[in-house]
Nanobody, 115 residues
Framework: QVQLVESGGGLVQPGGSLRLSCAAS????????MGWYRQAPGKQRAMVAV???????NYADSVKGRFTISKDNAKNTVYLQMNSLKPEDTAVYYC?????????WGQGTQVTVSS
């Protein structure tokens, strides 16, 4: 099992930026994939971005060109750089780790985009 702790959420104005961090309790070097989901009020949890152990990435259409996922294996941390934020990006953002079995999840961090 991997413990995941997200940070970096907060309140930001439309057009602003935030960087989320997901710190893992152990090495992420060999973890099959890690990424981010988000859940807005009244909506289902939805995929935002994923990065594989080899560094391949994939994004939801709604965030392509605005969000960038990356990882630092030395720091056991995955990042989500979010630019040009919109009110519809408001949600709780969850980090996950796919070890080709049951996924591990963080506790979530709130992102609110509002003027």
């Amino acid at each position: 099992q991997v413990q995941l702790v997200e940070s970096g959420g907060g309140l930001v104005q439309p057009g602003g930026s935030l960087r989320l961090s997901c710190a893992a309790s152990r090495s992420i070097f060999s973890i099959y994939a890690m990424g981010w989901y988000r859940q807005a009020p009244g909506k289902q949890r939805a995929m935002v971005a994923v990065i594989t152990s080899g560094g391949s990435t994939n994004y939801a259409d709604s965030v392509k060109g605005r969000f960038t996922i990356s990882k630092d294996n030395a720091k056991n941390t995955v990042y989500l750089q979010m630019n040009s934020l919109k009110p519809e990006d408001t949600a709780v953002y969850y980090c996950y780790a796919d070890r080709r079995g049951p996924w591990d999840w963080g506790q979530g961090t709130q992102v609110t985009v509002s003027s």
